[in-house]
């Protein structure tokens, strides 16, 4: 009922209590967020809050699939086998540049990163879901590039992915739970510049 009446919620009102919370669970971790301050900020009762939603736990699972969802649409990523060929490097370049458009854009986008890497993420099964979707993606990805050639080919297939997908992570997750991080911008230009040295054939 809680998830049918959250849908149910005007856009407009809706798109505020989910940037909100994602606001407040990316500053505060999961364990210290404050629904009362969600609640507040958002200008909702506590009872017409309660009708939409059971829970802490199902706010947080909700904010990461609404955003997450919103980040894949607003990026476009490809099948994998449309990178074939000599697709590969631009049309990885031009997910990275609509990547790094919608985190300029949005901060919700960017408070989802940090969601994601913040602590006590409660029963972790939707982060663990959204993680295993991104390397999948990956994965077939990276087959695409090493059969066209634009990917090095010298290591087994299964190693570069877990070498790819580890240092993507260690990347993303240093450079969003930095508070003092001037220029996100020119950081992730470089790392991706890195990643493209690591793969590139």
Not at 40 to 47: D, E, P
Not at 72 to 77: G, K, L, M, T, Y
Not at 124 to 152: F, H, K, N, P, Y
Request: aromatic residues 6%.
């Amino acid at each position: 009922m809680a998830e049918n009446a959250l849908d149910r919620m005007a856009p407009e009102r809706r798109r505020r209590l989910i940037r909100v919370a994602a606001e407040e669970f990316a500053g505060a971790g999961y364990d210290r967020a404050s629904l009362n301050v969600i609640i507040k900020r958002c200008g909702l009762s506590k009872s017409s809050f309660y009708h939409v939603i059971a829970s802490k736990q199902e706010l947080f699972d909700r904010v990461v699939r609404d955003l997450a969802a919103e980040l894949v649409e607003r990026i476009r990523i490809p099948a994998p086998e449309e990178l074939s060929g000599d697709a590969f490097w631009p049309g990885v370049d031009a997910i990275f540049a609509r990547l790094l458009e919608a985190a300029g854009e949005d901060q919700a986008l960017v408070a989802l990163g940090r969601m994601l890497y913040g602590p006590g993420a409660a029963d972790e099964q939707v982060t663990s879901a959204t993680w295993s979707a991104v390397e999948g993606w990956i994965d077939a990805a990276l087959l695409v590039g090493r059969d066209s050639g634009a990917v090095r080919d010298d290591l087994p297939s299964a190693l570069q992915r877990r070498l790819v997908f580890a240092v993507l992570r260690a990347m993303d997750e240093w450079s969003l739970t930095q508070p003092d991080v001037a220029d996100l911008e020119s950081l992730a230009r470089a790392q991706y510049e890195a990643i493209r040295r690591l793969l590139g054939t």
